[in-house]
DNA sequence: ATATACTTGACTATTTTAGTCAGGTTTATA
DNA sequence: TATAAACCTGACTAAAATAGTCAAGTATAT
């Protein structure tokens, strides 16, 4: 079970841009260059944040990108939705012959995976951007 | 971030173990035939469970496994553990160049991976074989 | 004009997963 | 003691997912 680095990565640089936002819009170029990925990879997984509305781009010269919505108003799940990272626990779901459908030990599990998966998306869904850069405001070395 | 089959194979096989255990050894001939997993992979994850002290086998005809503890006290955890299920966010820990080391973006998502990974091993930690029997017999069907 | 920066889609090497396969060893029971 | 049931082990592999790269643009501030 593991994050996949695509997900790790949007909230990585959106956490990067989040804290320049309010000044100017912060190119990939930079974001490349502070967080040690490949522009053409941030490239892609700013496309599907654009997408789904989470940052806005400014093209040109100085341009780069901005947040679309306020830190706060930006929860993770909004993010990894927009990247596709998935939390997926069952997969009983989608074969409906070999799965699940009258076999009590399988359901039994079914019931775990979901509740595991619930539990998952709540912590995703409480987190916000902004409660990223607060925390790391708190901790910040001289 | 997706749980891999082996882990959902090794809970899904000790759920089915732990509701026959009491009377006689379970073969893995008959966890195959009634979760429909392959008895050579059984034979992988069980091999695992054993080493772990999970399980205990015995040999011969009408051998099979045994639980080597109560249900109450095999965790989840135990499990996954067993069966080189790793709940794993952060990467930045074994690069050390490349890393979170001296970045402050970094670190502070660095910060929130660790706080998902203990969320998710609560959980682990907190559930049991016996959870799950018993859940299920609640919902038992007729 | 032109350099900077975004935009898109196709492509690919590597790694992981989810098993299979082959060839054992052990032991209860007839 | 023969034998079949059941465990045991390690090597192998096809398929899928991942983590990018590459190429060829378009838009716009200066």
Redesign the interface.
């Given at each position: 079970?593991?994050?996949?680095?695509k997900?790790?990565y949007a909230?990585?640089a959106l956490?990067?841009l989040a804290?320049f936002d309010n000044i100017n819009p912060v190119s990939l170029r930079d974001i490349s260059l502070?967080?040690?990925i490949s522009l053409d990879y941030l490239e892609q997984i700013f496309s599907k944040l654009r997408k789904k509305e989470i940052v806005q781009s400014i093209r040109g010269t100085q341009g780069g990108y901005i947040l679309k919505k306020r830190a706060k108003e930006i929860k993770?799940t909004n993010i990894f939705d927009a990247v596709d990272?998935?939390?997926?626990?069952v997969?009983c779901k989608k074969e409906s012959k070999?799965g699940c459908n009258g076999?009590?030990?399988?359901?039994?599990?079914h019931?775990?995976?979901d509740e595991?998966e619930n539990?998952?998306n709540n912590?995703f869904e409480e987190?916000s951007l902004e409660d990223?850069?607060k925390?790391?405001t708190n901790?910040?070395?001289i």
């Open positions: 079970m593991k994050l996949t680095s997900g790790r909230v990585l956490a990067d804290r502070r967080q040690g993770l990272e998935k939390v997926k626990t997969q070999k076999k009590l030990t399988k359901c039994l599990t019931n775990l995976w595991l539990h998952i912590f987190k990223l850069i925390k790391d901790e910040r070395r």
